[in-house]
């Protein structure tokens, strides 16, 4: 499956942006999901999963409450929408995916087989 992640951007404090992850060569909703972000000078951080088929939702603690993970099925594409954001959620977002994921690898990229070329979010205070 090839991922293409888009809706990055320069943002203020406070505000919101929707990344999106599309699809192609595969039904994503076979996949889990997920979204993983790098800061520059930082390791990849895992930011939220959707689970293929009906699965549920996961966050990181830093996240939750702000950004919300979401499929649509007819569009081929999972969405990260993401509101209050601060300065520290400036980075690099990736979309990545896998058919194979067991509940706790999820949360650990090296379990996605599939990556998506990544969104700059550049979020000024």
């Known amino acids: 499956v090839q991922l293409q992640a888009s809706g990055g951007g320069l943002v203020q404090a406070g505000g919101s942006l929707r990344l999106s992850c599309t699809a192609s060569?595969?039904?994503?909703?076979?996949?889990?999901v997920g979204w993983f972000r790098q800061a520059p000078g930082k390791d990849q951080e895992f930011v939220a999963a959707?689970?293929?088929?009906?699965?549920?939702?996961y966050y990181a603690d830093s996240v939750k409450g702000r950004f919300t993970i979401s499929r649509d099925n007819a569009k081929n594409t999972v969405y990260l929408q993401m509101i209050s954001l601060k300065p520290e959620d400036t980075a690099v977002y990736y979309c990545?995916?896998?058919?194979?994921?067991?509940?706790?690898?999820?949360?650990?990229?090296?379990?996605?087989?599939?990556w998506g070329q990544g969104t700059l979010v550049t979020v000024s205070s």
């Open positions: 990545a995916a896998d058919s194979g994921i067991i509940l706790s690898s999820l949360r650990t990229g090296a379990s996605y087989d599939y």
């Open positions: 959707v689970r293929r088929s009906g699965g549920g939702t």
């Open positions: 060569g595969r039904t994503l909703s076979s996949y889990t």
